[in-house]
């Protein structure tokens, strides 16, 4: 399959304010995706995921839009904080692979500013 | 529950020679894949592994071997090593492969693997 692009590699805001980050993929087929933070240091840790059967899912500070039109991909972080401060990827999945076979963007960094 | 665990966590090795590199899965987890991380080639999915047997395979060179335990513990093995095979290997688990609507993958902290 084709990798998933991210629009900007660098994000910085200010402690409390709301974080975007957006993603792209190029394959059609796919109909998981999911986002992935990673720390210096350490493995990704999920943040949450959606199914292409849904177009919104949030979580605890967190919401995840999907656009299948334009295949497009969007992390929002309420209230950022410090502790936010990581590398975010996105991935996706196809249906039919029999497996989750998770194709990566390049991931965007995320500074908040105290 | 504790989470997936990778060993060792640093390696270094010279070109030419081989590693074996073990992960164990999240308890009831029963699939497992591999991924390697660089900094110019982002995370790529290597192979993955279900119930013993590999499901998918990524686009890397044969010299990248893995298998699958019964208790569904994997290892992975580079043979006649690059430097280019220098990267952060990270493992991921999951109770199946793209299973119910609550599973997904879970990541290890990884091994660092240096070739000298």
């Known amino acids: 399959g084709e990798s998933v692009g991210l629009h900007l590699p660098t994000l910085s805001v200010q402690e409390g304010d709301n974080s975007i980050i957006n993603c792209a993929y190029s394959n059609s087929a796919s109909d998981y995706f999911i986002w992935y933070k990673q720390e210096s240091g350490k493995g990704p840790q999920f943040i949450i995921d959606?199914?292409?059967?849904?177009d919104k899912r949030q979580g605890q500070r967190v919401t995840v839009l999907l656009n299948k039109t334009v295949k497009h991909l969007s992390l929002q972080i309420a209230a950022t904080q410090p502790g936010d401060s990581a590398v975010y990827f996105c991935?996706?999945?196809?249906?039919?692979?029999?497996?989750?076979?998770?194709?990566f963007g390049k991931g965007t960094k995320l500074s908040v500013i105290p | 529950k504790a989470g997936v665990t990778q060993t060792p966590r640093y390696l270094i090795k010279t070109r030419g020679q081989q590693v074996t590199l073990s992960c164990s899965p999240i308890?009831?987890?029963?699939?497992v894949s591999w991924y390697q991380q660089t900094p110019g080639q982002g995370l790529q999915f290597l192979f993955e592994y279900f119930s013993e047997t590999q499901r998918n395979k990524g686009n890397f060179p044969g010299r990248f071997s893995g298998r699958q335990f019964s208790n569904s513990r994997s290892e992975m093995n580079v043979s006649t090593l690059e430097l280019g095979d220098s990267a952060l290997y990270l493992c991921?688990?999951?109770?199946?492969?793209?299973?119910?609507?609550?599973?997904?993958?879970?990541f290890g902290p990884g091994t660092r693997l240096t070739v000298l």
């Open positions: 308890s009831g987890h029963r699939s």
């Open positions: 959606i199914r292409s059967n849904m």
């Open positions: 991921a688990s999951s109770f199946s492969f793209r299973g119910g609507s609550t599973d997904t993958q879970y």
């Open positions: 991935a996706d999945s196809p249906s039919g692979a029999g497996s989750y076979q998770l194709t």
